[in-house]
């Protein structure tokens, strides 16, 4: 049995000592080259940001440490935080100890609840899970070490002790705004003998007799972890880091960054977009139905939520794992059935279209299907779903970033005056 924290101790100065001299040997290489497209385009496809728990390929998608996201779906998002921290996986005895260590640091305070319960109650969820994390700042164990001298070489495991606490915290936070934003407001106390995803399910307290909710939170929460650095809310969370500034301030950054529609909150989206033409056309409508209501969609100069990608060129592998779980689950919602009538349509849809690069479904496209066909009806609270899996991917690239003392990030600005000169424009 191991410790994750025994295990980083003996990796990460390795690490940082192998960086160095990559930069020293190495420093000046050329590794990418910038277009005034994408200067101007959301730096897409810039290679001048460093991630190793994970990367994205455009055409197979989410490689984790090496390993294709297909073999580790069956793992919890435990192993799956230990893996992208060490790119193995915990044996039986690691595993359940990290997991006693989560369940022993879970506790959300009183003040936290009683401010949630002050807010007006149209208050988006993931504003009040970005709340909640500003609210547990001052529990942070980096913020009291740095205000006491902490040494740069101890920032990881400072930043590694508030992930613990953030993350066994998440998931408590997330299903009492559940309960306050649409339940009786009770709160539901943690079952000791559960796994994370398990409790998480539990505490929501979404009748669950078969135990298939606690299931997909497994998957579920396992597939959105990770998904490299340059995404919204991994991006900001890392700016943010970069600064110094703790894990709670950090992952509430990328929190607001995952509220976006064109990020997470396309989950949401989609699943009101199903729900829309399942009431629109009085159950599934058949493909030619669907077609002319995503030409109005696209006419009216909105997007088609899941569908499309910024790095992806292929069909997202999170959402063949959903595609695969709900084929296995709820093969006859009509939610399903509709999900697999957009997979018919949509992407020739957008073909014809000819503005989207990539034309496929991702994860948000089927993540809700699932949510509502197991008791979680609410479509505004999906994304906060996705931020208790994002926040370990956040959690992973920042003890890392601390670990090889990532400087803060600060890219260079140019004006359009200094491009139009660069390039001889008039
Ligand atoms: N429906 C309609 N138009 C689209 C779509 C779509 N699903 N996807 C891309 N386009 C448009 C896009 O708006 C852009 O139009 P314009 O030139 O008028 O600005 C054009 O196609 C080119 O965009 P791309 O380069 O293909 O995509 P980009 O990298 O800019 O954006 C997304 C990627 C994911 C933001 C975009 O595909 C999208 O808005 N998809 C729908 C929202 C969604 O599902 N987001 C979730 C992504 C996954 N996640 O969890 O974050
Ligand atoms: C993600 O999981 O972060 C999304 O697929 C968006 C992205 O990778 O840009």
């Not at 956040?394 to 890219?411: E, F, H, K, L, W």
């Amino acid at each position: 049995m191991a410790r994750l924290s025994d295990v980083l101790s003996k990796r990460l100065p390795a690490f940082r000592d192998e960086i160095k001299r990559l930069i020293a040997e190495h420093g000046e290489d050329v590794i990418s080259e910038v277009t005034v497209s994408q200067a101007y385009g959301g730096m897409r496809d810039i290679k001048a940001l460093v991630c190793d728990t994970s990367t994205v390929t455009p055409d197979t998608g989410l490689i984790i440490r090496g390993l294709p996201l297909a073999r580790l779906v069956d793992r919890t998002p435990e192993e799956m935080f230990w893996m992208l921290l060490t790119g193995e996986l915990p044996d039986a005895a690691s595993l359940k100890e990290l997991q006693a260590d989560l369940a022993g640091r879970a506790e959300v305070p009183g003040y936290v609840w009683d401010a949630l319960r002050a807010l007006p109650k149209d208050t988006h969820p993931m504003a009040m899970q970005s709340m909640g994390l500003l609210m547990l700042e001052r529990l942070s164990k980096f913020r009291q070490r740095y205000d006491t001298g902490m040494r740069k070489e101890e920032y990881w495991e400072a930043c590694l002790e508030d992930a613990f606490d953030l993350l066994a915290r998440m998931p408590v936070l997330t299903a009492g705004i559940y309960r306050i934003r649409y339940k009786d407001g009770r709160l539901i106390a943690p079952d000791p003998k559960k796994d994370w995803s398990a409790n998480f399910a539990h505490m929501m307290g979404v009748p669950d007799p078969t135990g298939n909710l606690a299931n997909l939170f497994r998957l579920y929460l396992n597939l959105h972890a990770d998904h490299e650095s340059g995404n919204v809310s991994a991006f900001l969370a890392h700016v943010c880091g970069s600064a110094l500034s703790d894990p709670y301030y950090s992952v509430s950054a990328g929190l607001n960054g995952l509220a976006g529609p064109l990020h997470g909150l396309a989950n949401q989206e989609c699943l009101q977009y199903h729900l829309m033409l399942l009431d629109k056309f009085g159950g599934v409508p058949t493909a030619d139905q669907l077609r002319a209501f995503a030409w109005d969609t696209l006419k009216a100069g909105r997007v088609i939520p899941g569908y499309g990608h910024a790095v992806l060129r292929c069909v997202d592998p999170r959402y063949t794992a959903c595609f695969e779980f709900a084929k296995r689950a709820c093969p006859d919602e009509p939610l399903f059935k509709l999900a697999a009538v957009m997979l018919e349509v949509i992407p020739r849809v957008l073909t014809e279209h000819g503005k989207a690069k990539n034309v496929n479904p991702n994860v948000d496209s089927l993540s809700g299907v699932l949510m509502y066909a197991y008791g979680v009806t609410e479509p505004s609270f999906y994304t906060a779903v996705f931020g208790v899996s994002r926040a370990i991917g956040m959690c992973a690239q920042m003890v890392i970033a601390r670990a090889i003392g990532a400087p803060i990030t600060r890219p260079k600005s140019v004006t359009t005056e200094w491009i139009k000169a660069q390039v001889g424009a008039p």
